[in-house]
């Protein structure tokens, strides 16, 4: 989905700072009134010829939704497309955030200066330091479900922005037999732009893709290793009819990624979507980072930053703890779930690459990255797959991988 994902952690915006793809308050005694921040304005989608792929007419919208299924339907009231519009505007903080984290050393992604320009505002060493934590600890439990399933499995990332996982697996030879991703469809066109433009992103897809020609519309590509899915998670039976025609495949084992996704949807909309992919797989894990413990002075703070912003967190009321969190995924259809918050998880990191990106950047207080980590976690949980050792993913394993 557009803008629901790629929420690092990042930017100061007068007393706050945006993370995970919000604003975040400072240390509550420095904190500031924050004032509201335009919305970021919409962007054209460009659709230029690449090599290799099949490109189809530079239609208008109205015209594109012919030639597929239409574009999926967006809620009725201004005031719905307002917030929807504050979070696609998410997408484009969290990306510049990690952009900035990887131009400063955190850690290395060649194709980020692709999709993304780099900030001109230099980030705060603690937004630097959570989004060094989100990246390692997601990173560390998608490369534990492809171990357990040898990579004979599929990865779907759900409002997946400008993430670049895709490309870094294919470099450390742990794709899965497919990678999908879906986002609002303005995301999508303007990822998809940037891969037909840039050889550096379309050529890892074609080289994969040894079944003829690409199909590509303005929003969707589907190959063979890969593809891409304008979509509103809100509407699971679109999701799963776009799905289905990019050829997910029900009975391999599958992965599935939300990251500061679920907290922008009600808790029906949420529940509804993790049971569908409960119900949809028979062995499968599900991935989910973003807030937590938000029901405190800080979490409120935050809160009324977003809605500064014109973005609500209309799912806030699961993130009071990580109990909730976890009670969430089990009360729709998981077996086993584990939640840890990111100061936690920060604790367990290695020490030797704590040492090195905490001698990138002086930190003068511990207290500041403590209060932010402390307000996000990462959940996961499984179902089935006894025979792979789905249930074996625990934190503690999650930390040991290299």
Not at 90 to 99: F, N, V
Not at 119 to 127: D, H
Not at 334 to 356: F, G, I, N, T
Request: glycine fraction near 8%.
């Amino acid at each position: 989905m557009s803008g629901w994902a790629e929420a690092p952690i990042s930017a100061k915006v007068a007393g706050a700072a945006v993370v995970g793809g919000v604003t975040e308050p400072r240390p509550l005694s420095r904190v500031r009134p924050a004032p509201a921040a335009r919305p970021p304005s919409p962007r054209p989608s460009t659709r230029l010829p690449g090599p290799g792929w099949a490109q189809r007419p530079a239609t208008s919208a109205p015209m594109a939704a012919g030639l597929r299924k239409p574009a999926l339907t967006s809620c009725s009231s201004s005031a719905s497309e307002t917030d929807d519009e504050g979070v696609r505007g998410t997408c484009e903080d969290a990306s510049m955030c990690k952009r900035f984290a990887v131009s400063v050393g955190y850690w290395d992604d060649p194709y980020i200066q692709h999709l993304v320009r780099l900030s001109k505002e230099r980030k705060a060493p603690e937004i630097n330091r959570g989004y060094f934590a989100r990246v390692h600890g997601i990173s560390q439990l998608i490369k534990a479900f492809l171990r357990k399933t040898e990579c004979h499995c599929q990865i779907i990332n759900l409002g997946a922005g400008m993430d670049t996982t895709f490309w870094t697996l294919k470099d450390h030879g742990l794709l899965p037999r497919k990678y999908f991703e879906v986002d609002f469809p303005t995301i999508v066109s303007r990822k998809l732009h940037c891969i037909k433009c840039k050889p550096v992103l379309s050529k890892p897809i074609v080289e994969l893709h040894s079944e003829g020609t690409l199909q590509i519309d303005g929003h969707m590509l589907d190959s063979k290793r890969y593809a891409i899915i304008g979509a509103d998670l809100r509407n699971i039976p679109e999701l799963e009819d776009k799905l289905k025609k990019c050829n997910m495949n029900t009975q391999l084992p599958t992965l599935l990624i939300t990251e500061c996704v679920l907290v922008y949807m009600s808790p029906e909309q949420s529940a509804n979507l993790i049971k569908w992919a409960a119900s949809s797989f028979g062995a499968a894990m599900f991935v989910n980072y973003e807030q937590v413990n938000m029901g405190d002075r800080f979490g409120h703070i935050m809160i009324e930053n977003l809605r500064r912003r014109q973005c609500d967190l209309a799912g806030v009321e699961i993130c009071k703890s990580l109990e909730s969190q976890k009670e969430r995924l089990l009360s729709n259809g998981w077996e086993v779930a584990s939640a840890v918050d990111m100061m936690e998880l920060y604790s367990q990191l290695p020490r030797a690459e704590v040492s090195r990106i905490e001698g990138l950047e002086f930190l003068d207080e511990m207290e500041l990255l403590e209060q932010l980590m402390q307000h996000y976690c990462l959940c996961w949980a499984t179902k089935g797959g006894s025979e792979l050792g789905l249930k074996e993913i625990t934190y503690s394993s999650v930390q040991g991988l290299g």
